[in-house]
């Protein structure tokens, strides 16, 4: 079993649309939490960073843990054309000299206009 | 703030060849990494440098992959000789110490695509 599993997509939605991202751990030693977003041929950019649970929001998107479900979740809100990429879900471990990011393979997101 | 710097952007190569790919990360960060992403997955670390010290290698296959981080700042990571299988972006990227007052972000080069033949 992965420690990290992200629902694999690929997703097309209509502008406009509400997004659901998910994804769902089984290491209960994560306790910060990430959403980065990669566009094509381009690295990953940090877009979200939770630690607690509960729900942190950014304009259109809002970030979302659940840690006695050990599930995380990406909302996007009105999406644009522009919110086309695939976004990762990315946690690690809170002490530690690594304290590397686990990632989630990816969901590519595709927003028709 | 210029970003982590990659080179090469492309590489074809034939199996059993060798590459190296250069990283030169953002001014001042302490922490590189090196992540390897095959299409349709998620990066998956080969090794963590702290300054000019490996933390963390666990995940690098040692038979083939080496990687170096002379005098803390700019790294190399080489592949001798190539599998098809190594077929893949290789990214590198850069942190801060994480600490109470950052969050550890890490931020990603452009990546180098490797074709193996």
């Known amino acids: 079993q992965k420690e990290v599993e992200q629902d694999p997509g690929p997703l097309s939605v209509p502008e406009g649309a509400i997004v659901s991202l998910n994804c769902t751990y089984s290491n209960s030693a994560f306790q910060y939490f990430m959403w980065y977003r990669q566009y094509s041929r381009k690295g990953p950019e940090l877009l979200m960073y939770?630690?607690?649970?509960g729900n942190k929001e950014d304009g259109r998107f809002t970030a979302q843990v659940d840690k006695s479900s050990k599930y995380i979740s990406l909302f996007i809100r009105d999406s644009q054309p522009s919110d086309s990429a695939t976004y990762l879900c990315a946690m690690r471990v809170s002490s530690g000299s690594a304290r590397q990011l686990t990632f989630g393979s990816g969901t590519q997101l595709t927003v028709l206009p | 703030e210029a970003g982590v710097a990659q080179s090469p952007r492309y590489k074809i190569i034939e199996k059993r060849q060798s590459v190296a790919f250069w990283c030169n990360p953002i001014?001042?960060?302490?922490?590189l990494y090196w992540y390897q992403q095959i299409l349709g997955q998620g990066p998956k670390l080969l090794i963590q440098f702290q300054n000019n010290g490996v933390v963390d290698d666990s995940q690098l296959p040692k038979d083939r992959f080496s990687a170096e981080r002379l005098k803390g700042v700019d790294s190399t990571l080489k592949i001798q000789p190539a599998k098809l299988e190594d077929s893949a972006v290789y990214l590198c990227?850069?942190?801060?110490?994480?600490?109470?007052?950052?969050?550890?972000?890490?931020?990603f080069g452009e990546g180098s695509r490797l074709t193996v033949l």
């Open positions: 939770t630690y607690s649970s």
């Open positions: 001014s001042g960060h302490a922490t």
């Open positions: 990227a850069s942190s801060l110490e994480i600490g109470p007052q950052n969050t550890g972000e890490l931020f």
